[in-house]
């Protein structure tokens, strides 16, 4: 047996043994939201607001001293769900169109995720799992806002 | 697989199959979208087919279970709620708490028709005739207070009409229950159906049991329904206490009972011509062996050994009976309450223990606290 065929039988069962390998199961966004919607019960009127939600966050009708404590719950790893949530929640993931929507755990953050992300591109998950949405967005508004007073 | 019934869903029957509405995630969608292509929704539309997943009115539905097979199998499946099921059907027809086999069983009537009139009040005045059975039933109905319900009970425990039929659908071999139609349908009419599916299945289970039933009702036809109702208050409790007599069931399944009359307040003397006041008690003989007499709450006395519940009391030349019958229970329970107000002898200081303190060195029961 020469090196070359050596190699290739260590690579074989490198490859195999990496198969063999648990695999953590990845956080899905239909599990989610489909839980998010089962546990809300959340109707079609639910995605109205997603075109209202921008005039309710202007600075002035913004409570800051209003801080949201994040409350994760525990999701199923596989979710089912009846064709009218399929299809709420398949609405809801292409509406929101953020990487951000993952770590979304009430209805409240599901509708930050598109302001949110847009303020702040770059949150870290962490942050994003720490903290609510809410109080993500007051403190991207209020940098925000220090910088343009900075820049006067 | 009940609660799936329970929970108000929009299901499908179709060829004895209950079918439920699909869940969806992404990946069923997925294979829904390639099994049901526009072209083959038609047949589906016009029919249902043995398929795993049928489309019904724009609506998905999965291949659940047979419905039959539910019914069968139920017992293993869900033990708890098919007893509760099976409770609630043999309580319908008056099956439920072995009400015949009571009526039958020695025991009970031996206490109430025997043994209870030697010790309750029955005549008024000086007259001391004999009771006949249905006068007892008469006296225990003025004595205790039969709820009302048990008296519609008891129409319904001589009713025997429905157990007849149920008898003779069994004996033609009658189907158990026609299964619901194919279609469209909710889960709250599926679940009747299935309750009643069970229902019918514990009947013809229950066959023998519903047989010696009615030959039982049909001898205690001639009883008036009050009779009926006392009888199944008495069977329903297992206990009863009239005029101080009384008896408790101990276990149900072996039909065990003590049987008990209170001893009511009594003086006892010492030595030194001193009374003693000792409180009521209950002196009991159990219907199991030994048939010996005690006393069945706490209580201290010189023919007791300790200050606890259930002592055996001392008798001097006391033969246990082999067997109880009406006579003997009497005689026990006649011999233990005549023992404690009438057996402790002041001059000989029978017993465990002497009223009057001995001075000695052995621990013994003090009976200060009764002197008056």
Redesign the interface.
């Known amino acids: 047996m020469d090196i070359g065929q050596m190699d290739l039988l260590r690579h074989i069962k490198d490859h195999r043994a990496k198969q063999r390998q648990k695999k953590p199961i990845k956080p899905d966004v239909f599990n989610q939201i489909s839980s998010i919607v089962k546990q809300y019960g959340l109707k079609e009127s639910f995605l109205d607001i997603f075109d209202t939600v921008e005039d309710h966050l202007t600075p002035k009708k913004v409570n800051i001293y209003r801080i949201k404590v994040k409350t994760p719950a525990v999701r199923p790893l596989f979710s089912l769900v009846a064709e009218e949530e399929y299809h709420l929640t398949m609405s809801i993931i292409n509406k929101v169109d953020t990487p951000y929507l993952i770590f979304a755990d009430s209805p409240d953050e599901i509708l930050l995720c598109n302001p949110l992300y847009r303020l702040n591109p770059a949150l870290s998950s962490e942050t994003l799992m720490h903290y609510h949405f809410e109080t993500l967005f007051l403190h991207e508004c209020a940098k925000r806002n220090r910088m343009n007073t900075n820049r006067e | 697989m009940k609660q799936l019934l329970d929970a108000g869903l929009e299901l499908v029957l179709e060829s004895d199959f209950i079918y439920f509405?699909?869940?969806?995630?992404?990946d069923?969608?997925k294979e829904i979208q390639t099994v049901f292509h526009p072209e083959e929704n038609k047949g589906i539309f016009n029919g249902y087919e043995s398929k795993a997943v049928i489309k019904l009115k724009d609506?998905?539905f999965v291949k659940g279970f047979r419905l039959d097979t539910l019914v069968k199998n139920y017992e293993s499946i869900n033990p708890h709620s098919y007893q509760h099921m099976k409770n609630e059907c043999l309580r319908r027809y008056q099956l439920m708490r072995e009400v015949d086999e009571t009526f039958l069983e020695g025991t009970l009537r031996t206490i109430l028709f025997q043994v209870m009139p030697h010790f309750i009040k029955k005549n008024k005045g000086l007259s001391r005739k004999k009771l006949s059975d249905e006068a007892i039933l008469d006296l225990i109905g003025q004595k205790i207070n039969v709820p009302e319900g048990y008296y519609q009970e008891a129409k319904m425990f001589m009713d025997i009409d429905p157990l007849k039929e149920i008898l003779k659908n069994i004996e033609n071999q009658a189907p158990l229950l026609e299964p619901p139609g194919n279609g469209l349908t909710s889960g709250y009419k599926l679940r009747d159906w299935f309750r009643n599916a069970v229902h019918a299945k514990v009947l013809s289970d229950e066959v023998d049991r519903i047989a010696k039933s009615v030959q039982v009702r049909q001898q205690f036809s001639r009883i008036k329904p009050e009779h009926i109702a006392t009888l199944l208050y008495i069977t329903d409790t297992g206990s009863m206490e009239i005029d101080g007599f009384g008896f408790i069931r101990k276990n149900a399944d072996r039909k065990e009972y003590h049987i008990y009359k209170h001893s009511g307040d009594y003086i006892l003397k010492d030595y030194y011509d001193r009374s003693y006041l000792f409180p009521d008690c209950r002196v009991a003989v159990s219907t199991y062996t030994p048939f010996r007499p005690f006393v069945m709450e706490k209580y201290k006395h010189p023919f007791l050994l300790e200050h606890k519940s259930g002592q055996e009391i001392c008798l001097k030349n006391f033969n246990p009976p082999d067997e109880l019958t009406a006579k003997r229970i009497i005689g026990v329970l006649e011999e233990g309450l005549t023992a404690l107000r009438y057996g402790y002898d002041p001059r000989r200081r029978n017993g465990y223990h002497s009223l009057d303190q001995l001075w000695v060195h052995i621990p013994t029961i003090d009976f200060e606290d009764y002197r008056i």
Do not use: G, Q, S, T
């Not at chain 2, 509405?21 to 992404?26: A, I, S, V």
């Open positions: 509405p699909l869940l969806f995630d992404p069923i969608e609506k998905y």
